[in-house]
T-cell receptor, first 115, second 111 residues
C-alpha cells in the first residue's frame, strides 16, 4: 500500500526483554516521527528523523529507548529491558520534507504489552 | 518547553448538537494543525492554520486561529455519529522539530 506501514501490529513480551518495532514510511518521505500513545492519552513525541541530519532525540524517555533509520527509509525503534510502563501504542508518522506545516501521515501503530 | 492545553477532555452530545474543542498556548504559535483519531484508529490530518485570525471550513467543521496566534478552536455543527473520535491539536516546538500534541478531546455522539 501507499501508506505508512508498521510491524508488528501487536507485541506481547515479558518484562526485561528487548523489543524492536519497525516503521516503513511513505515512499519519498524524508521525515519520520515516532510517538507513544498510552491508553486514552495524547501522543508523546519520541524522536524525529529528517534526511541525513542528526535526529532529534529529545523525546526519548530513557536510555533504554533508541531508534535508527537506515538508508533514509525504514526505521526501527528499540526498547531494551522493557518495563510495564512501556506498554502503549507506538505510532510512526512520515511527512514529505519535515517542514513545519506539513501534515504527518500515521501508520496503524504497534500495540506493545509488557507482562 | 512548549505546551498546549486542550479542553474539554471529553464531551457527550446528542446527534445534531454542536461541538467545540479549544487549544491554548502560552506562547505565540507559527501554525497549528488539527487531527482526528477514530476509536482504534490512527490520527488523520484535518487541517493547518497559519494566519492570525484565520478561519477555515470543511463541510460541518470550522477551524479558527486566534488573532494573537495563541489559541485555536474546532467547531462541528450538527454532529453526526461519524464524528465520533478524538480531536487533537498539534504545534511544532519553537525552533525545533518536536511536535507537541494536545491531550485531545474525545467526542461521543448519541444517536
Amino acid at each position: 500500500g501507499a501508506g505508512v506501514s508498521q510491524s508488528p501490529s501487536n507485541k506481547v513480551t515479558e518484562k526485561g526483554k528487548d523489543v524492536e518495532l519497525r516503521c516503513d514510511p511513505i515512499s519519498g518521505h524524508t521525515a519520520l516521527y515516532w510517538y507513544r500513545q498510552s491508553l486514552g492519552q495524547g501522543l508523546e513525541f519520541l524522536i524525529y528523523f529528517q534526511g541525513n541530519s542528526a535526529p532529534d532525540k529529545s523525546g526519548l524517555p530513557s536510555d533504554r529507548f533508541s531508534a535508527e533509520r537506515t538508508g533514509g527509509s525504514v526505521s526501527t525503534l528499540t526498547i531494551q529491558r522493557t518495563q510495564q510502563e512501556d506498554s502503549a501504542v507506538y505510532l510512526c508518522a512520515s511527512s514529505l520534507l519535515g517542514g513545519v506545516g506539513e501534515p504527518q501521515h500515521f501508520g496503524d501503530g504497534t500495540r506493545l504489552s509488557i507482562l | 518547553g512548549q505546551q498546549v492545553m486542550q479542553i474539554p477532555q471529553y464531551q457527550h452530545v446528542q446527534e445534531g448538537e454542536d461541538f467545540t474543542t479549544y487549544c491554548n498556548s502560552s506562547t505565540t504559535l507559527s501554525n497549528i494543525q488539527w487531527y482526528k483519531q477514530r476509536p482504534g484508529g490512527h490520527p488523520v490530518f484535518l487541517i493547518q492554520l497559519v494566519k492570525s485570525g484565520e478561519v477555515k471550513k470543511q463541510k460541518r467543521l470550522t477551524f479558527q486561529f486566534g488573532e494573537a496566534k495563541k489559541n485555536s478552536s474546532l467547531h462541528i455543527t450538527a454532529t453526526q455519529t461519524t464524528d465520533v473520535g478524538t480531536y487533537f491539536c498539534a504545534v511544532r516546538n519553537t525552533g525545533g522539530f518536536k511536535t507537541i500534541f494536545g491531550a485531545g478531546t474525545r467526542l461521543f455522539v448519541k444517536a
